[in-house]
């Protein structure tokens, strides 16, 4: 039984590391709900996630709220960045739809390009220091120089909120709990080798 608890144990490891994320996906949720903060927001919860997949001895909450606090105007102007494309997008989904339904699948796709620049983009400008401009111009060369892990990156998260709507009865507290902050522990994982070469060559 002592062993069972002990935190070198993987099960309470993996408990531990769910319940960093479930306390990151509510603060997240809480710290975006004036919409316009959501950039803040999603810059923190990676902030916190990179130092929770690196091993780090951390406090989430504090990790989120510094980074929620040193980000907050370039993750704010970020995240108003993105949610102009998102509403453009499903401006034009809608207007495809009734006018021209060939072109949904084209603005499908463009919509899951701008989901993965936005991966990309709130982990870089969560680690490094840097331009808007430059954060976005790094995203994109990195979605595109990495596309094996930007097609990963981007199925998981569109299964995952996709699974938790078509059985919304199971999958909404799945997505209360984990809905963000699940595929921004999935993004950190697979972003943390690159991220480890570029500081090698840097």
């Given amino acids: 039984m002592k062993r069972l608890f ?23 949720i809480l ?3 004036p919409v316009v903060t959501i950039g803040a927001a999603l810059t923190a919860q990676n902030a916190a996630v990179i130092k929770l997949v690196r091993g780090e001895e951390t406090s989430p909450a504090k990790d989120f709220f510094r980074a929620f606090r040193e980000n907050f105007k370039k993750g704010t102007a970020l995240g ?7 509403a ?15 072109l949904c699948p084209v603005i499908a796709a463009i919509a899951l390009l701008v989901l993965t620049l ?8 969560a680690r490094y220091e840097n331009t808007l401009r430059g954060t976005l111009k790094n995203a994109f060369l990195l979605a595109v120089g990495y596309f094996p892990r930007t097609l ?17 009865r ?13 595929p921004c522990y999935m993004v950190i994982l697979l972003l ?10 840097t």
């Fill in 6 to 28: 002990d935190m070198e144990n993987p099960l309470m490891q993996a408990l531990s590391t769910a319940a960093d994320l479930i306390v990151l996906n509510l603060l997240t």
């Fill in 31 to 33: 710290c975006s709900l």
């Fill in 80 to 86: 108003l960045l993105f949610l102009l494309a998102i």
């Fill in 88 to 102: 453009v997008l499903m401006a034009d989904y809608l207007a495809a739809g009734s006018f021209v339904p060939v």
């Fill in 118 to 125: 936005g991966q990309y983009a709130f982990a870089l400008l």
């Fill in 152 to 168: 990963g990156m981007a199925v998981f998260a569109v299964a995952l909120w996709l699974l938790a709507v078509q059985f919304l």
């Fill in 170 to 182: 199971y999958g909404a507290p799945i997505l209360f709990l984990f809905g963000l902050s699940l």
């Fill in 192 to 201: 943390r080798p690159v991220f480890a070469k570029l500081e090698t060559t």
